[in-house]
Each structure stands twice: as C-alpha cells, then as structure tokens.
C-alpha cells in the first residue's frame, strides 16, 4: 500500500509539473509583460496636488520599481527647489522695496491707506454750490 501511494504522489506531481511548465507546444503561462508607468506627471507645466494624488507607481515582485520611483522623486525634487528658488527671490524683492519705503521720510507706504474714490454720480455743470446766490 505504501508503494501505491508513493508511485501515484510522483505521478501527480509530474503531471502538474509538466502542465504548469508546457509540456506542449502553446504555452501554459505566456510571459507578463512588466507593468509600466501610465500616468507620469505632465511634462508640459508643474505637477500638481492633483497630478501626485491620481499618480500611481507600478509594482513588481519586491515591491516598486525603482527607476520610475526615481524618476518621480527626482522630477518633484527638481519643482520644489525651483518653487524655493522663486518664493526666496518675491522675499527678497518685497523686503528691498518694504526698506526702500521705509527710508523715504514722510512718503506714504504702499498700503497706508485705501485709494480715494471719485465722487459716485454725473457732475452737473449747471448745479450751483451751497450759499452760491445767483
């Protein structure tokens, strides 16, 4: 009895073996292509919160692959110093003229107070001004 259970144990394992390998002339399992980054960010303008939230990294067998996980970082890496760049040069320029309006004695800064608005309605050339006797 044991003998039977041994040879058909072999047997089983073999044909699976063979089934799962091809032993014909199509394939059983055709080789999967590597999944691929669809939805890289936009070549075009700067990535956007939305860009990074739809963004999804393909997986492989030991997790992401890492050339488009360096190609991701590498290209926010490359808008973020540009954007600190750009927000340290506005600084920059806003405190030279908050220093040049604060050297000019006597002149109003920028935002002081509000602009005077011009009168609301049509000016009469006929009206006459109070206490005016014509």
Request: charged fraction near 25%; hydrophobic fraction near 45%.
């Given at each position: 009895?044991?003998?039977f259970l041994l040879i058909a144990m072999v047997v089983v394992i073999?044909?699976?073996t063979l089934a799962v390998v091809g032993g014909g002339e199509s394939e059983v399992l055709p080789e999967?292509?590597?999944e691929q980054l669809t939805d890289p960010l936009p070549p075009t303008r700067p990535?956007?919160?939305a860009d990074i939230e739809a963004l999804r990294l393909p997986v492989t067998a030991r997790g992401y692959r890492m050339a488009d996980v360096d190609d991701v970082l590498g290209r926010l890496g490359?808008?973020?110093?540009?954007?600190?760049?750009r927000i340290a040069q506005?600084?920059?320029a806003l405190a030279g003229a908050q220093a040049t309006a604060?050297?000019?004695?006597g002149a109003p800064g920028m935002f002081?107070?509000?602009l005077a608005r011009p009168a609301e309605g049509p000016q009469d050339a006929d009206a006459t001004e109070p206490g005016d006797d014509r």
């Amino acid at each position: 009895m044991f003998w039977f259970l041994l040879i058909a144990m072999v047997v089983v394992i073999a044909a699976v073996t063979l089934a799962v390998v091809g032993g014909g002339e199509s394939e059983v399992l055709p080789e999967a292509a590597p999944e691929q980054l669809t939805d890289p960010l936009p070549p075009t303008r700067p990535a956007t919160r939305a860009d990074i939230e739809a963004l999804r990294l393909p997986v492989t067998a030991r997790g992401y692959r890492m050339a488009d996980v360096d190609d991701v970082l590498g290209r926010l890496g490359a808008e973020l110093a540009e954007r600190d760049a750009r927000i340290a040069q506005l600084e920059a320029a806003l405190a030279g003229a908050q220093a040049t309006a604060a050297d000019r004695p006597g002149a109003p800064g920028m935002f002081d107070k509000p602009l005077a608005r011009p009168a609301e309605g049509p000016q009469d050339a006929d009206a006459t001004e109070p206490g005016d006797d014509r």
